[in-house]
């Protein structure tokens, strides 16, 4: 299960930390990130960290957006500076996760949203 939290409504130019906690049976976390969604548009990819650090980021999201994450805490982060109000949408984590050492292979979970507002 994922938990996301710290949206809000903020002005141009704030900064929000979005964070997400896993729970329930976790044997072992793979790739996480964050996806949004805003009204009227596709869900699309923000930003994504292997378990080794690697970070990807969506094109919108380079020189702005950190993600991060703390395995012992089973928390991902997403560190959002410079906000825009094109960046207004509902923020979800993804995490993909092995939950038995009997079916070794990852599933992917989806957090329930949380909302980013950014007024002008």
Request: charged share 20%; net charge neutral; with cysteine.
């Amino acid at each position: 299960q994922l938990q996301a939290s710290g949206g809000g409504l903020v002005e141009a130019g704030g900064t929000l930390r979005l964070s997400c906690a896993a729970s329930g049976t976790i044997v072992k976390v793979g790739r996480m990130g964050w996806f949004r969604q805003a009204p009227g548009n596709q869900r699309e990819l923000v930003a994504m960290i292997s378990p080794e650090g690697s970070e990807t980021y969506a094109e919108f999201a380079k020189g702005r957006f950190t993600v991060s994450r703390d395995d012992d805490k089973k928390m991902l982060y997403l560190v959002m500076n410079s906000l825009k109000p094109e960046d207004t949408a509902v923020y979800y984590c993804l995490a993909n996760v092995i939950t038995s050492t009997y079916i070794p292979s990852y599933t992917a979970y989806w957090g329930q949203g949380t909302q980013v507002t950014v007024s002008s």
